[in-house]
């Protein structure tokens, strides 16, 4: 009897547990509606099986899912590619033009150019005459050493089209001087020209009409006229450099290096280009 009972017992333990487990995994209708939403990419399929079954079998797998559909749907679409434009059969190839390392210094007017634009940037440029006169090649070559460039005293296109990117000084002196220490200075001129004019005017008339040598200074930089005079000879020495105190020591090294008097040298006069050596 006691036997019975408990064969008993256990069966019923083993049906509970079949039907308990049945009821959740094996309900034909959740599976076919799972089966029929699982692959599909439409957010909405996936959301009618969680409704319909919040605590199924496959409840966990679907957020899954739809937690994957959200994502993608929230990311812009790739853009397209631009179109592709044919070129226009009617549009004829540009030409080359010439290469940056050919000789420039082939035509006057150009060579005319770089003798204005090199006096303009205070080189020793005399005659402005469309013709590369040894004049002008030491002045190229000065201005290609200055610039880091190879120093040929010839130019190419390259050299031409750097020379014409230069800024051009735009405030300019200029310190003439003559024979028995006739001498005049000017500065804040708008150009090299104008500042070199008004000083030989000026001392060619202190020296009644007699020559005068002239050197100009521009912007900053500043220039002294070292001088002596006495029972045999005289001279005059015009230095320009970046600073005023530079530009006089200098005048008086070449004086006392050059005068038969050395302890007869002094320095006449003193300028900025921009007038700062009034300050």
Not at 165 to 192: D, H, K, M, Q, Y
Request: charged share 20%.
């Amino acid at each position: 009897m006691i036997i019975t009972r408990i064969g008993a017992l256990c069966l019923g333990l083993v049906l509970l547990a079949v039907s308990a487990g049945g009821a959740r995994a094996q309900d034909p209708t959740e599976v076919a509606f799972w089966s029929m939403v699982k692959e599909s990419k439409r957010v909405a399929d996936i959301k009618a099986y969680l409704e319909a079954y919040p605590r199924g079998a496959f409840a966990e797998l679907a957020r899954q899912r739809l937690g994957e559909l959200e994502r993608v749907s929230a990311q812009p679409p790739p853009m397209p590619p631009p179109p592709q434009r044919l070129p226009s059969p009617a549009s004829p190839s540009p030409s080359p033009g010439p290469s940056s390392g050919a000789p420039a210094l082939t035509d006057a007017s150009v060579i005319r150019e770089v003798q204005e634009r090199l006096y303009n940037l205070n080189y020793e440029i005399t005659q402005i005459n469309g013709r590369v006169t040894d004049e002008t090649r030491v002045a190229i070559r000065e201005w290609q050493s200055n610039t880091r460039r190879q120093p040929t005293g010839d130019m190419t296109m390259d050299d031409l089209a750097a020379l014409r990117n230069a800024p051009l000084p735009a405030i300019w002196g200029a310190l003439a001087f003559g024979e028995r220490g006739a001498s005049a200075v000017v500065w804040n001129r708008t150009s090299r020209r104008e500042a070199v004019n008004a000083a030989l005017s000026d001392c060619r008339g202190r020296n009644k009409g007699g020559e005068c040598k002239v050197v100009s200074a521009a912007e900053k930089t500043c220039g002294a006229l070292g001088f002596y005079m006495a029972n045999v000879g005289w001279g005059a020495y015009a230095i320009i450099r970046p600073t005023l105190g530079q530009a006089t020591a200098e005048a008086l090294n070449q004086c006392r290096e050059k005068a038969r008097r050395p302890d007869a040298c002094g320095v006449r006069i003193t300028f900025c280009a921009d007038g700062s050596h009034q300050q």
